[in-house]
């Protein structure tokens, strides 16, 4: 009978209670990795091919530890790319609100995993082979529950606890902080046409998944950060099984590069303006902001009266949206009453709205494209607007 009581109490390891802590984040940090790097970025979006043994041994741990199949997950994935924050994205804050994907992520992702559309027209290229057919698909719970004897023959009792944070992993990061948070708060590098945020700089967590916004920008890029302060986890592993002749990266997003100043658009500039849009127009974001920034403190030195300024203080970090769908009614109508008061702005503004109209025009021609870009350059350098005219400047020193 004591036996019992002292396998029950301390397992088979007879661990101390940091060597349990060591291994649970061990453990959960490997989920992850499978997660970020097989699933995401291997299966997901090509962006890298692995040894088949290492993928082997990521659809193996994932079995055992979170129960996904890897064609539910890619499809699912593929889904939110394709619709991002429409009608028909399986978990955007945008469409179900912040509160339901946080809290209830993991549902949303099991209620779409059950939509043959989906799987049929996203899941193609996945594992089909005999052990994914025959156990990984077919029974799906019964390797968390594999994993659950595993833990309490490690550790006894509290080895129920290790399980419980092994189970919960995943729906919290990824399809609650990811899918929630990543798409909800945070800083953007680039202005992709979604909600993408990049939750911190910093992917100890989750591997890289906090560089949302990075990733959504370059989908395909098997690297997640792209400034010199962001720490990618994940490409860190990547990098570290091409070495071993593990891996191999296919698709890394571009790196921007920049020469002197030219005195016009060429066709080269037009191919690294096109490439680096998001960036562009991120940084035009900010140089919005600046402008509004600079009217207020003209209109505070001028000692006009607060109502001259305290609306464009409330909207100056919203600007750059002003015809974005997304921004609320009343936000709206307070966005164009400040245009309406402010030219500079409004001018901003406008060549803002025409300048991400270029590379959205799919039909055009690249020669028709040159010639818009180059005459918005012109525009620009004669609108008397200095911070337009510096950006332009940088516009053209664009290279590919």
């Avoid at 804050?93 to 209830?104: A, D, L, N, R, S």
């Avoid at 164009?336 to 702005?345: G, I, M, P, R, T």
Wanted: proline share 3%; glycine share 6%; charged share 20%.
């Amino acid at each position: 009978m004591d036996w019992l009581l002292s396998f029950l109490s301390n397992g088979l390891l007879d661990a101390a209670w940091w060597q349990i802590l060591v291994f649970a984040l061990v453990v959960t940090h490997v989920t992850i990795l499978s997660v970020t790097i097989y699933l995401h970025r291997c299966q997901a979006h090509r962006g890298l091919d692995l040894h088949p043994a290492v993928a082997h041994f990521f659809r193996f741990w994932l079995w055992l530890t979170t129960g996904m199949v890897t064609k539910e997950w890619v499809a699912i994935h593929r889904k939110h790319h394709a619709r991002c924050e429409r009608d028909g994205d399986p978990h955007s804050p945008m469409v179900f609100g912040i509160g339901k994907v946080f809290f209830e992520g993991a549902e949303l992702y099991r209620a779409e995993s059950k939509v043959d559309e989906t799987m049929a027209k996203f899941g193609h290229g996945t594992p089909n082979d005999w052990v994914e057919r025959n156990l990984y698909s077919r029974f799906q719970w019964q390797g968390a529950g594999l994993m659950m004897i595993i833990d309490v023959l490690l550790f006894g009792a509290i080895g129920l606890t290790v399980w419980a944070v092994q189970m919960i992993w995943i729906p919290f990061w990824a399809a609650g902080v990811v899918n929630g948070i990543g798409h909800f708060w945070g800083y953007r590098n680039y202005a992709s046409p979604d909600a993408s945020r990049n939750v911190s700089p910093w992917g100890f967590i989750i591997g890289g998944e906090e560089l949302h916004n990075n990733h959504h920008a370059y989908a395909s890029s098997a690297k997640f950060s792209s400034k010199w302060y962001e720490i990618d986890v994940g490409w860190g592993w990547i990098r570290a099984f091409e070495i071993l002749g593990l891996a191999k990266v296919k698709k890394v997003a571009p790196k921007l590069r920049l020469n002197e100043t030219k005195p016009a658009i060429d066709q080269e500039t037009l191919q690294a303006v096109i490439t680096h849009r998001y960036e562009i127009m991120a940084r035009y974001a900010d140089l919005l902001k600046h402008a509004a920034h600079d009217e207020i403190q003209r209109l505070k030195s001028s000692k006009a009266a607060t109502a001259a300024w305290h609306p464009l203080k409330r909207t100056r970090s919203f600007l750059h949206l002003a015809d974005d769908e997304s921004l609320p009614p009343a936000h709206r109508t307070e966005v164009a009453s400040v245009l309406a008061e402010h030219h500079s702005l409004a001018t901003l503004v406008q060549m803002r709205r025409e300048l991400s109209s270029i590379w959205e025009r799919s039909t055009a021609s690249s020669e028709q494209l040159l010639k818009d870009l180059q005459d918005w350059c012109n525009r620009a350098q004669q609108s008397g607007i200095a911070r337009l005219e510096e950006f332009s400047a940088r516009l053209r020193s664009y290279a590919a």
